[in-house]
């Protein structure tokens, strides 16, 4: 597998698995309403594909579950998000502004199709965090389960996969050439600076 994925790959997704726990532990421990810990993994997705977004992805739910175990079925979530953001990056989605507002649209579907049936089915609507609160004042207005959830997370997740996304895309930006080149999708970054 490792001779598949590259030395590159292997070395970068310790590094976005850091990014994600550094970011899912700030939201944490400030109880913000995002979650900023898919930020590695859409970058790892962006660099290498559908595999190594996939891996740092579960990777990182399981690391984040070992301090609040409530993350570790959300890991398809964050697996699914690696996925999606290594297809858009195969087709070109991080290339340009346009692209990168598409595919954290792309990422943003998926997390509605993925996380709000685990929210609601595993957890009751709750899973912990600042969106709780969001989701107990839908319910308080008086929506259903399903609403509530759903609509909380049209907020928290249009802010946060916005973020994340073009997080990631900066950090392409700021990447030499050189190295660039040493990522399986790192080319399609370097044509784009040359054009």
Request: hydrophobic content about 55%; overall charge positive.
């Amino acid at each position: 597998m490792g001779k598949k994925l590259g030395m590159m790959t292997i070395l970068l997704i310790p590094i976005c698995i850091a990014i994600n726990f550094v970011g899912g532990q700030i939201v944490t421990l400030l109880k913000l309403p995002v979650y900023l810990d898919v930020i590695g993994t859409i970058l790892a997705a962006a660099l290498t594909g559908p595999i190594g977004g996939a891996i740092v992805g579960l990777v990182t739910n399981l690391i984040l579950g070992i301090t609040n175990p409530v993350l570790i079925p959300f890991a398809v979530v964050n697996v699914a998000v690696g996925i999606v953001a290594g297809l858009c990056a195969q087709k070109g989605g991080f290339r340009t502004v346009k692209g990168t507002a598409l595919t954290s649209v792309a990422i943003w579907a998926i997390v509605q199709i993925t996380a709000v049936p685990l929210t609601v089915i595993l957890f009751g609507g709750v899973a912990g965090g600042g969106s709780s609160v969001i989701t107990g004042f839908f319910l308080a207005a008086g929506k259903g389960l399903w609403e509530a959830v759903f609509s909380q997370s049209i907020i928290v997740e249009t802010v946060d996969k916005i973020i994340s996304t073009f997080i990631a895309f900066f950090i392409i930006k700021r990447i030499g050439a050189s190295t660039l080149l040493k990522f399986s999708l790192g080319s399609k970054y370097v044509d784009e600076a040359t054009e």
